[in-house]
């Protein structure tokens, strides 16, 4: 079955890896049990900060799923041959960070063994439902692909013809799953801070920096630790799109920050007073959102210095600086900034809890264990190829 | 007997077809052939439920708390020491929370930080509705009540999100540890659920006003249907001035307050 | 045919395995035996058939669930009585205890319904100062 025999053949780096990541894992399902039988006490939530690290995860990933769209679209639609190599790796990353996505918002239902009532009840005005929909169709149609195509290159015979249509569908669904996710966001009345018509795009161009910067390192893994290398032309390709993309996105921010500050309305303001210099007192997110933009500023001279940039070494630094300033920007601050001040005025902290932080972890390590075996099973079949 | 033998043959026959297709099927055919469903005739009959709070009256004592008291016992809303868990339908805040667009520094001092009972506003147009993925809430068609079903409730907290006016509360642990005592006549809820004001929907389908309106005896809590142009809401509103909270985030309110 | 004793030992193991359920309680003593319910404390029927509700009193109270509350209904009539959609009201009217009644069959059936995480059994009512630990059952887990 989708020659998942060629993932359990390795060596003892490879186990030892898995190993890892499986012990996180476990550790997180245990914390997850702990969940079930107490309920979402166990978590740092509260009645004015109800959704936090658990649904912050989720929106993040959305944007790296999302960005696969960025390999997909070049090799695909402009033929763009160079892609060639690291398409499939990026449609494999959208995969597992699709299930991670699921698995967050499973985590952080508070009676998840309803959570079917979704489907049961479809409720088409409620954005959570297409959220849904866009999601699941996004995680089936990126599935098919890879395997279809995967499948072809191992018989060494051209995919089917009919699965172009479906990667050409997969561009607008890509652009979707992120727009839809913004949606359930930007259209709450009392929650100012999300109460923008620029947050889908600005969605869009951090993922399509933040997931390219992430797809970088990954290939830069594989190189050290594996024959494969996709050569210095793709990288440097994506290297350009996250520099772009991350341009745009610092653009989108300050256009935010200038509508906000100049119109002057407090409700708007407040909460990235909270984010940025503290409220009544409370300021336990400032640091967090300042290493932020620190980093996006390192990063963008990294970036857009071509000389820079062309440096594998420094554009490896400039990508953990992408990924982490726009983690703490969208994986922290977008959501939990959202809930303070509340529509009531009150200013409540939030912080995950140890337990919160390791179911977390743990889905992040099931992520990681998917995105181990899917590159273990392409490379294998390459090997298998080129021997 | 109050089945006759045709009815004891239809529902064995019923059994038959849940054994072939089904349990759902037979529950439906049996629904549709034996059950008649009616509402209680005593139920008291509206098309727009609303309220209006007289604040003068309410603030007479500023310490009563008759209305939360009788709400929370009669629902099991827990009593949670934490304020950061709080389940609450019905309490109290200052002014200047409750109606965030008045400027707080020149307000009268008979409104500047008093307390002011807050709720659910039964919108018109409630974004918690709007959002909600399993319609686990819902406004009633028939009069206007924004409704919890908690046995469909998946606990998304959506609509915690949604409300503008932070009139829902969820269930972060399991809520019976924190009852000092219960209404046996009304569920409790479960860890998980989120929960909020119905005005009263089971007292209503049963003729009785709702608990906090007839727990005050200043008579502050005015309730009434809107749509009937006889009514004392409908007075009220008509002959004086009257605040919503938020009414400009198009939610429609049908709390009224008498300043 | 060298590996014939291999899988045959593994056929037995196998069949051993499956019917696990049946050595278990044959030899725990636990088989079989239907539990004795508590009779109905008064009324000399059920509001439909016994067959029927011990069959199907979950699809009952399912769609009185939906009537109240989604339907706003209250009331049902069935044949020539009217009843209180109620299952803390109705049916406990009779069937008094959840101990006797609910539990006893729903343990031996290996079910959870989670109906008493919210509604309030009866029992729980009684003995006023204790009420409240009664309430809190150990491991925080619900009282069911």
């Given at each position: 079955?989708?020659?998942?025999?060629?993932?359990?053949?390795?060596?003892?780096?490879?186990?030892?890896?898995?190993?890892?990541?499986?012990?996180?894992?476990?550790?997180?399902?245990?914390?997850y049990?702990?969940q079930?039988?107490?309920?979402?006490?166990?978590?740092?939530?509260?009645?004015?900060?109800?959704?936090?690290?658990?649904?912050?995860?989720?929106?993040?990933?959305?944007?790296?799923?999302?960005?696969?769209?960025?390999?997909?679209l070049?090799?695909?639609?402009?033929?763009?041959?160079?892609?060639?190599?690291?398409?499939?790796?990026?449609?494999?990353?959208?995969?597992?960070?699709?299930?991670?996505?699921?698995?967050?918002?499973?985590?952080?239902?508070?009676?998840?063994?309803?959570?079917?009532?979704?489907?049961?009840?479809?409720?088409?005005?409620?954005?959570?439902?297409?959220?849904?929909?866009?999601?699941?169709?996004?995680?089936v149609?990126?599935?098919?692909?890879?395997?279809?195509?995967?499948?072809?290159?191992?018989?060494?015979?051209?995919?089917?013809?009919?699965?172009?249509?479906?990667?050409?569908i997969?561009?607008?669904?890509?652009?979707?799953?992120?727009?839809?996710?913004?949606?359930?966001?930007?259209?709450?009345?009392?929650?100012?801070?999300?109460?923008?018509?620029?947050?889908?795009?600005?969605?869009?161009?951090?993922?399509?920096?933040?997931?390219?910067a992430?797809?970088?390192?990954?290939?830069?893994?594989?190189?050290?630790?594996?024959?494969f290398?996709?050569?210095?032309?793709?990288?440097?390709k994506?290297?350009?799109?996250?520099?772009?993309?991350?341009?745009?996105?610092?653009?989108?921010?300050?256009?935010?920050?200038?509508?906000?500050f100049?119109?002057?309305?407090?409700?708007?303001?407040?909460?990235?007073?909270?984010?940025?210099?503290?409220?009544?007192?409370?300021?336990?997110?400032?640091?967090?959102?300042?290493?932020?933009?620190?980093?996006?500023?390192?990063?963008?001279?990294?970036?857009?210095?071509?000389?820079?940039?062309?440096?594998?070494?420094?554009?490896?630094v400039?990508?953990?600086?992408?990924?982490?300033?726009?983690?703490i920007?969208?994986?922290?601050?977008?959501?939990?900034?959202?809930f303070?001040?509340?529509?009531?005025?009150?200013?409540?902290?939030?912080?995950?809890?140890?337990?919160?932080?390791?179911?977390?972890?743990?889905?992040?390590?099931?992520?990681?264990?998917?995105?181990?075996?899917?590159?273990?099973?392409?490379?294998?079949?390459?090997?298998?190829?080129?021997? | 007997?109050?089945?006759?033998?045709?009815?004891?043959l239809?529902?064995?026959?019923?059994?038959?077809?849940?054994?072939?297709?089904?349990?759902?099927?037979?529950?439906?055919?049996?629904?549709?052939?034996?059950?008649?469903?009616?509402?209680?005739?005593?139920?008291?009959?509206?098309?727009?439920?609303?309220?209006?709070?007289?604040?003068?009256?309410?603030?007479?004592?500023?310490?009563?708390?008759?209305?939360?008291?009788?709400?929370?016992?009669?629902?099991?809303?827990?009593?949670?020491?934490?304020?950061?868990?709080?389940?609450?339908?019905?309490?109290?805040?200052?002014?200047?929370?409750?109606?965030?667009?008045?400027?707080?520094?020149?307000?009268?001092?008979?409104?500047?930080?008093?307390?002011?009972?807050?709720?659910?506003?039964?919108?018109?147009?409630?974004?918690?509705?709007?959002?909600?993925?399993?319609?686990?809430?819902?406004?009633?068609?028939?009069?206007?009540?924004?409704?919890?079903?908690?046995?469909?409730?998946?606990?998304?907290?959506?609509?915690?999100?949604?409300?503008?006016?932070?009139?829902?509360?969820?269930?972060?642990?399991?809520?019976?540890?924190?009852?000092?005592?219960?209404?046996?006549?009304?569920?409790?809820?479960?860890?998980?659920?989120?929960?909020?004001?119905t005005?009263?929907?089971?007292?209503?389908?049963?003729?009785?006003?709702?608990?906090?309106?007839?727990?005050?005896?200043?008579?502050?809590?005015?309730?009434?249907?809107?749509?009937?142009?006889?009514?004392?809401?409908?007075?009220?509103?008509?002959?004086?001035?009257?605040?919503?909270?938020?009414?400009?985030?198009?939610?429609?309110?049908?709390?009224?307050?008498?300043? | 045919?060298?590996?014939?004793?291999?899988?045959?030992?593994?056929?037995?193991?196998?069949?051993?395995?499956?019917?696990?359920?049946?050595?278990?309680?044959?030899?725990?003593?636990?088989?079989?035996?239907?539990?004795?319910?508590?009779?109905?404390?008064?009324?000399?029927?059920?509001?439909?058939?016994?067959d029927?509700?011990?069959?199907?009193?979950?699809d009952?109270?399912?769609?009185?669930?939906?009537?109240?509350?989604?339907?706003?209904?209250?009331?049902?009539?069935?044949?020539?009585?009217?009843?209180?959609?109620?299952?803390?009201s109705?049916?406990?009217?009779?069937?008094?205890?959840k101990?006797?009644?609910?539990?006893?069959?729903?343990?031996?059936?290996?079910?959870?319904?989670?109906?008493?995480?919210?509604?309030?059994?009866?029992?729980?009512?009684?003995?006023?100062?204790?009420?409240?630990?009664?309430?809190?059952?150990?491991?925080?887990?619900?009282?069911?």
């Open positions: 079955m989708f020659m998942f025999e060629k993932a359990v053949v390795g060596g003892r780096r490879y186990w030892s890896w898995l190993g890892v990541l499986a012990a996180v894992i476990a550790l997180g399902f245990a914390s049990l702990r079930l039988d107490q309920g979402l006490a166990i978590t740092g939530l509260s009645r004015d900060v109800t959704w936090g690290l658990y649904i912050a995860q989720f929106t993040f990933l959305v944007g790296v799923a999302a960005s696969a769209v960025m390999v997909v070049p090799y695909y639609l402009h033929n763009y041959k160079v892609f060639g190599k690291v398409t499939i790796l990026g449609e494999f990353l959208a995969i597992s960070a699709v299930t991670m996505c699921m698995l967050f918002i499973l985590v952080d239902m508070g009676q998840p063994a309803r959570v079917l009532n979704v489907i049961l009840h479809p409720t088409p005005n409620s954005i959570m439902f297409w959220d849904m929909v866009s999601l699941s169709g996004y995680l149609l990126n599935a098919v692909i890879a395997l279809v195509t995967l499948t072809a290159e191992r018989k060494g015979i051209a995919p089917p013809g009919w699965i172009k249509p479906v990667i050409l997969s561009i607008p669904w890509a652009i979707s799953i992120h727009t839809v996710t913004a949606f359930l966001y930007n259209g709450l009345p009392g929650r100012s801070f999300w109460l923008t018509a620029l947050l889908a795009p600005r969605f869009l161009a951090s993922a399509f920096s933040a997931g390219p992430l797809l970088i390192l990954l290939c830069m893994i594989l190189r050290r630790f594996t024959w290398d996709v050569g210095r032309e793709p990288i440097q994506l290297a350009l799109i996250v520099t772009y993309a991350m341009v745009v996105n610092v653009f989108f921010v300050l256009m935010e920050l200038f509508t906000v100049y119109s002057g309305i407090p409700e708007h303001q407040e909460h990235f007073k909270y984010l940025f210099v503290g409220l009544e007192g409370h300021g336990s997110l400032v640091p967090w959102m300042w290493t932020s933009v620190l980093l996006a500023v390192a990063s963008l001279v990294l970036l857009l210095v071509p000389r820079f940039r062309h440096d594998e070494k420094i554009l490896a400039a990508c953990v600086t992408v990924f982490l300033s726009l983690w920007d969208k994986g922290i601050g977008l959501i939990v900034g959202g303070v001040p509340s529509p009531l005025g009150a200013v409540t902290e939030y912080a995950p809890t140890l337990p919160e932080i390791s179911i977390a972890l743990g889905i992040w390590a099931v992520g990681f264990l998917m995105i181990t075996v899917f590159y273990k099973i392409t490379l294998s079949v390459r090997e298998y190829l080129g021997a | 007997m109050s089945i006759d033998r045709k009815t004891f239809r529902i064995t026959g019923c059994g038959l077809a849940a054994a072939l297709a089904g349990s759902k099927i037979a529950g439906l055919i049996a629904e549709a052939q034996d059950e008649l469903t009616t509402p209680d005739p005593a139920a008291l009959k509206g098309r727009r439920w609303a309220m209006v709070i007289d604040t003068k009256k309410c603030l007479k004592d500023e310490g009563c708390d008759k209305c939360i008291q009788a709400c929370h016992r009669v629902h099991n809303v827990p009593e949670i020491a934490d304020a950061r868990r709080e389940v609450k339908w019905i309490w109290k805040e200052p002014f200047e929370h409750a109606f965030p667009a008045h400027d707080p520094e020149h307000l009268p001092e008979a409104l500047a930080g008093r307390p002011v009972l807050v709720f659910c506003n039964h919108c018109d147009a409630p974004p918690c509705v709007r959002v909600c993925p399993t319609k686990a809430t819902w406004k009633r068609a028939s009069d206007g009540v924004v409704m919890m079903d908690w046995h469909r409730c998946i606990g998304c907290r959506y609509c915690v999100a949604a409300c503008p006016y932070g009139s829902r509360s969820f269930n972060w642990s399991d809520p019976r540890p924190h009852l000092v005592q219960i209404n046996g006549a009304y569920p409790t809820r479960t860890k998980g659920v989120v929960e909020k004001c005005f009263c929907d089971e007292r209503l389908a049963r003729g009785q006003l709702p608990a906090c309106v007839e727990a005050c005896t200043e008579k502050a809590l005015i309730f009434g249907d809107l749509a009937d142009p006889g009514s004392e809401v409908r007075r009220l509103v008509r002959e004086n001035f009257t605040l919503r909270r938020k009414p400009e985030l198009g939610t429609a309110p049908q709390v009224f307050y008498l300043i | 045919m060298r590996d014939r004793p291999w899988i045959l030992l593994g056929l037995v193991a196998f069949l051993g395995l499956i019917t696990f359920p049946i050595w278990y309680n044959q030899a725990a003593g636990t088989t079989s035996a239907a539990p004795e319910l508590q009779k109905a404390v008064k009324g000399d029927t059920c509001i439909y058939p016994t029927y509700m011990r069959a199907s009193h979950m009952v109270l399912m769609r009185w669930r939906d009537e109240v509350v989604r339907n706003d209904k209250r009331l049902v009539k069935i044949g020539d009585k009217t009843y209180n959609m109620s299952l803390t109705t049916c406990m009217d009779c069937h008094t205890s101990a006797d009644f609910c539990d006893k069959c729903h343990n031996y059936a290996g079910v959870k319904p989670y109906c008493w995480d919210c509604h309030v059994d009866p029992a729980l009512l009684k003995g006023g100062a204790g009420e409240r630990a009664a309430l809190r059952a150990p491991g925080g887990q619900h009282v069911d």
